[in-house]
């Protein structure tokens, strides 16, 4: 047989590097503790060097110290001895190694080949799904994708920052932010005052706006997004669930141009508005804005869409409207909705940790809180969303307005900034402009 055909058959494994991380260890049991963070049993290829290395778990968590004779008596005592080799082979894996201080480099080679092999494996059962008929291939791509995003997570290493480094780095970002002169640290909303209290939206969180249906959860969004990405040109990211992209721009137009929605979607404008509306197109096409409008998108697609923008578009901030219309992968299982949301809810704040960007969920609150003041209890479907959020605002205001001679009056409105891990909470003074569907500054006074 060619060493070509042999490749393709063998999977791949480094017997040295096992041997050599095995050997480590029993040269000095503290290396355990390093191994451990890139290692499990199944990790290593060979079923002798998995149960010596399951034996050596076993005595590390009973806090034992282990050599070759403790952990000879270990494998004897679960009948495992013969199947790791026996006393001399364990005896003898010292002798592969002459120091332990490349414990890593070992541990990292033995890593890289179990990689190899899970992906031949995933790729195999793609293949194998691939062709069976009966299986929708829409399922085969979730269970694939989600088969590589969990090896992909089990390859992060587990950091220990000492506390030189932690405070060295933090005084460098303040010193960062001293030096630039500017009162945010994070991505601002626009709204001053809800600015001056959050600094921002700051990188790795979640932010949760919420409120009951037409209270003006989409307008504040696209209120948000048309200082972020049309005034200040921060490229930004917007899941559109409800909404299509085409009624994304028509929104953003009545915004930027201040023409009435209503002429916009009838087109009886004049040419003056159709002057100031090309002004405000023009505005609005320089805009690093990515907008995906999927309905029922589900939460794997969304993630993988929130990797693509943020690798190939930059984006520095992610705006999801809204999180009831987010998908579970357990859609079809019996799993309840509250559940599911949790899930949800996790995967969102994970996400934002793993992109290093704020993302901002619209969510809608539950039917008590009708007419009166919403509170983090009202929150749909779930606790966890309160619980993962690290800013949690609600919309306050009347539906209608107290003007009946004029519809398109301004209506007062509030946010009411319910949680926020990291600074404080209170009440910011908006108006509502129904024309354009827009919410702005109040004026003092």
């Avoid at 070992?106 to 494996?121: F, S």
């Avoid at 309840?336 to 901002?360: C, F, G, N, T």
Wanted: net charge negative.
């Amino acid at each position: 047989m060619s060493a070509a055909s042999l490749k393709d058959k063998i999977p791949p494994h480094n017997l040295e590097a096992e041997q050599a991380t095995l050997g480590a260890i029993l040269l000095d049991w503290d290396a355990v503790g390093t191994a451990i963070i890139h290692l499990r049993a199944e990790s290593f290829y060979s079923l002798q060097h998995q149960k010596i290395f399951k034996s050596i778990l076993s005595l590390y968590n009973k806090g034992q110290r282990g050599d070759v004779l403790t952990l000879a008596e270990d494998l004897r005592q679960t009948g495992q001895l013969d199947a790791a080799g026996g006393v001399a082979y364990i005896a003898s894996l010292p002798d592969h190694v002459p120091t332990s201080s490349n414990i890593e480099y070992y541990a990292q080679l033995v890593k890289d080949d179990y990689n190899r092999r899970e992906l031949i494996k995933i790729s195999s059962l793609a293949i194998a799904d691939a062709h069976e008929d009966t299986k929708p291939s829409r399922s085969t791509l979730e269970e694939t994708q989600n088969k590589l995003f969990t090896l992909t997570e089990s390859d992060q290493s587990q950091n220990v920052i000492s506390m030189a480094e932690l405070i060295s780095d933090t005084v460098t970002i303040i010193e960062k932010h001293f030096n630039n002169k500017n009162a945010y640290t994070g991505v601002p909303s626009g709204f001053t005052s809800l600015d001056s209290m959050t600094s921002g939206f700051q990188n790795s969180e979640m932010i949760i706006i919420g409120a009951r249906p037409s209270m003006g959860k989409t307008a504040l969004a696209l209120s948000m997004i048309q200082h972020i990405a049309i005034n200040n040109q921060i490229p930004t990211g917007f899941f559109s669930l409800e909404m299509s992209a085409t009624q994304i721009g028509q929104r953003l137009l009545t915004q930027e141009s201040r023409i009435s929605g209503s002429k916009i979607r009838s087109g009886l404008l004049t040419n003056g508005d159709f002057q100031r509306l090309q002004t405000a197109a023009g505005r609005c096409y320089e805009a690093p804005l990515f907008v995906a409008d999927t309905p029922n998108m589900k939460m794997l697609d969304l993630r993988a869409m929130a990797r693509k923008m943020r690798q190939q578009y930059q984006v520095q901030i992610i705006f999801i409207d809204y999180i009831g219309l987010i998908t579970s992968e357990n859609y079809n299982s019996n799993v309840p909705r509250h559940e599911q949301v949790s899930e949800i809810s996790r995967s969102l704040k994970s996400l934002a940790r793993e992109l290093s960007i704020p993302i901002v969920a619209l969510c809608q609150v539950s039917r008590d809180s009708e007419g009166k003041e919403p509170t983090l209890a009202n929150l749909r479907d779930s606790g966890s969303i309160e619980q993962d959020a690290d800013v949690v605002m609600f919309i306050h205001r009347e539906r209608k307005s107290t003007d009946d001679n004029n519809e398109n009056a301004a209506i007062d409105a509030k946010i009411l900034l319910a949680k926020q891990r990291n600074g404080p909470i209170g009440n910011v003074d908006l108006i509502f402009l129904p024309k354009i569907a827009k919410f702005e500054n109040k004026a003092e006074g």
